[in-house]
């Protein structure tokens, strides 16, 4: 149950948080990349599924490692070491290897680490949640 919901919560949040950082932050920042660097037809489905797809990863893994992260403390970290280990290498590659705006990429390392920590607060809540239920 707490895994479904769990899921379900962070792939809400991941996708409401992407949507504002890439459509609404980034929007003028995109305007200045070569076209050519984007595939054409792009739709919005791809990023909805992508997200829900971290999502369940990033909520099955906590369940794996919810021992060593206890508590809300503990799922924020978790968050923010998920965050900082996916986000900012990938991140780093795309700052110094590909032609972004140096804002973009910073923006994604920031957003996702922030992003990040806001699914470790709500896996954590809905975790907590669970276990009051089931009380």
Do not use: C
Not at 9 to 19: I, S, T
Not at 24 to 48: C, M, N, T
Not at 104 to 131: D, E, H, R, S
């Amino acid at each position: 149950m707490r895994l479904f919901v769990g899921w379900v919560v962070v792939a809400v949040l991941q996708n409401v948080f992407d949507f504002l950082v890439n459509v609404v932050l980034l929007r003028s920042q995109y305007a200045q990349v070569d076209p050519k660097i984007f595939h054409e037809g792009v739709h919005w489905i791809k990023p909805v599924i992508a997200n829900a797809l971290l999502a369940l990863f990033f909520v099955y893994l906590y369940e794996r490692v919810a021992t060593a992260f206890p508590g809300l403390a503990g799922a924020i970290t978790y968050g923010f070491l998920v965050g900082l280990l996916t986000y900012v290498p990938s991140n780093l590659m795309v700052l110094y290897y590909m032609k972004f705006p140096v804002a973009i990429p910073w923006t994604w390392m920031v957003g996702g680490i922030i992003i990040f920590l806001i699914n470790g607060l709500a896996v954590g809540l809905v975790w907590q949640y669970v276990k009051l239920k089931a009380a």
